[in-house]
């Protein structure tokens, strides 16, 4: 599972959910969602805002997808102390679990060397206490903001109930780590942000996939961005809507279901088949 | 979206759904491999038994899976006609459209030449009263069995609310029309049963996406089945258990997903994963 190769990142449109009729349905569309980042090892996702005229609250549906993509990729052992009680969340049971080597079992990455997820629970001058979901708590030697997330190596069992730990940037972990959720208020925006060396967008009326394979191949890019239009309207609608030209913004348009049997393909499952052509051609 | 190539075949456990904790989830993820289906333009999705020993009652998965599966693939306007209320189809609400031709929208579908979908209502020895979800009822000048469900191409409007009908074969339309839901007692009856010219097994300990890539390029073959293995255990487990040999049972025994970022990849992921790589590759 580890990956010396380039990472992907993905975007997603604010409308992304409002085919869905109502909250049960938009959690488990975005709970699809959260599993296809999790299975090709999605680093970004950003939501954009793609301002489709059927959206009355962009800021609501952006709050309502990121939240729940959030609270998925948060180890469940942290949810509570992450999240509130939030309408939003009234269906966050129906989310399936990521499986992730950050979501570990009970029985597992609980050895000096380990990684985990934790977040700060008590801190003062001298040390801070960090929530990791197992009977001890991680102690480092400094003050921390009390709520902040972070990443720890695990070190020795120090005895009454704390274990010492390490702060570490989840680029030293060589195993698949969960995806960040930002924000961005256009596709181009959101584009700058994710600074890819690589910008696929996917259309019905995209084509070359090879050529962006190839791509891929010929210019090892640190990271390929893969960018989705709505469930009403796609990329080049967007783009127009926007003031930007397609042909500019993306390095290739692809489709990656030639002669589709339903009128019409869901992100969900889009994200899907693109990811696992790209995942799957690029090593090949 | 015509096809003049080859046809997908999907083989999936009765042990499909287990890992969803009740009715409403099963049905969700029914739902997503129904979709998964129609995308990718399946002809045939066998449901074979592969005694799973976490099924207690293979009879009624099996039962659940083929029903929701058979009625996503009715059209609407059909439903009613061909599925009493039953148990098993209680959230069937939650099953997603499939927006393939065969199901037409209000305003599609109704003119000479057209092609639909019907059920017989009323016959005598002279002619038969057709349900094709249209204001008028189809007919035809001879005696078919009441509840029977049909193709037929639209002929010319009558009067009287008739509109005359030839009964056709699937296999003279163009467009995609569906699938067909069977069941096998075992993988290899199921094989056995497709008559597939060539067959792929998918597992997580695949490999060879490539070679059945260029199998399926050189040899043209008219079906192509896919094999799924189970939640808990996948098709070399199950073949085992079977007393059949899983390399001499498939052509090729591939995995679509590499370097995967969750432990554990669904079968409706699996799916869709699968049947894009080789829908695209076939292609290029």
């Given at each position: 599972m580890t990956s010396n190769r380039f990472s992907f990142s993905v975007l997603l449109p604010t409308?992304?959910?409002?085919?869905?009729?109502?909250l049960k349905q938009k959690t488990v569309k975005i709970g699809s969602i959260g599993r296809g980042l999790a299975i090709f090892r999605v680093k970004e996702v950003c939501i954009y805002n793609?301002?489709?005229?059927?959206?009355?609250?962009q800021a609501a549906e952006a709050k309502l997808t990121s939240m729940l993509l959030r609270y998925m990729e948060t180890p469940q052992y942290l949810r509570k102390l992450l999240f509130k009680r939030m309408p939003e969340l009234l269906y966050a049971g129906l989310l399936p679990p990521?499986?992730?080597?950050?979501?570990?079992?009970?029985?597992?990455?609980?050895?000096?060397g380990d990684y985990r997820e934790g977040v700060v629970v008590e801190a003062n001058e001298n040390q801070s206490l960090i929530e990791i979901g197992l009977p001890e708590k991680a102690t480092v030697g400094r003050r921390l903001r009390v709520g902040q997330r972070l990443t720890v190596r695990l070190g020795k069992r120090?005895?009454?109930?704390r274990i010492a730990v390490t702060q570490v940037t989840r680029d030293e972990i060589d195993e698949y780590w969960g995806y960040e959720v930002t924000l961005a208020p256009s596709i181009a925006a959101a584009l700058n942000r994710l600074r890819a060396d690589y910008v696929i967008g996917t259309s019905?009326?995209?084509?070359?996939l090879y050529e962006a394979v190839q791509a891929i191949k010929d210019n090892s890019p640190a990271r390929v961005a893969v960018a989705f239009g709505g469930p009403y309207q796609g990329l080049f609608e967007i783009c127009g809507r926007q003031g930007v030209d397609a042909g500019k913004l993306f390095d290739a348009m692809i489709n990656t279901?030639?002669?589709?049997?339903?009128a019409t393909v869901r992100t969900e499952e889009a994200l899907v088949a693109t990811l696992a052509l790209l995942n799957a051609l690029v090593e090949g």
């Amino acid at each position: 599972m580890t990956s010396n190769r380039f990472s992907f990142s993905v975007l997603l449109p604010t409308s992304l959910s409002i085919d869905a009729p109502n909250l049960k349905q938009k959690t488990v569309k975005i709970g699809s969602i959260g599993r296809g980042l999790a299975i090709f090892r999605v680093k970004e996702v950003c939501i954009y805002n793609d301002d489709d005229p059927h959206v009355k609250n962009q800021a609501a549906e952006a709050k309502l997808t990121s939240m729940l993509l959030r609270y998925m990729e948060t180890p469940q052992y942290l949810r509570k102390l992450l999240f509130k009680r939030m309408p939003e969340l009234l269906y966050a049971g129906l989310l399936p679990p990521l499986r992730t080597p950050h979501h570990p079992l009970e029985d597992e990455k609980n050895r000096p060397g380990d990684y985990r997820e934790g977040v700060v629970v008590e801190a003062n001058e001298n040390q801070s206490l960090i929530e990791i979901g197992l009977p001890e708590k991680a102690t480092v030697g400094r003050r921390l903001r009390v709520g902040q997330r972070l990443t720890v190596r695990l070190g020795k069992r120090l005895g009454g109930g704390r274990i010492a730990v390490t702060q570490v940037t989840r680029d030293e972990i060589d195993e698949y780590w969960g995806y960040e959720v930002t924000l961005a208020p256009s596709i181009a925006a959101a584009l700058n942000r994710l600074r890819a060396d690589y910008v696929i967008g996917t259309s019905r009326r995209g084509k070359n996939l090879y050529e962006a394979v190839q791509a891929i191949k010929d210019n090892s890019p640190a990271r390929v961005a893969v960018a989705f239009g709505g469930p009403y309207q796609g990329l080049f609608e967007i783009c127009g809507r926007q003031g930007v030209d397609a042909g500019k913004l993306f390095d290739a348009m692809i489709n990656t279901i030639p002669s589709q049997g339903a009128a019409t393909v869901r992100t969900e499952e889009a994200l899907v088949a693109t990811l696992a052509l790209l995942n799957a051609l690029v090593e090949g």
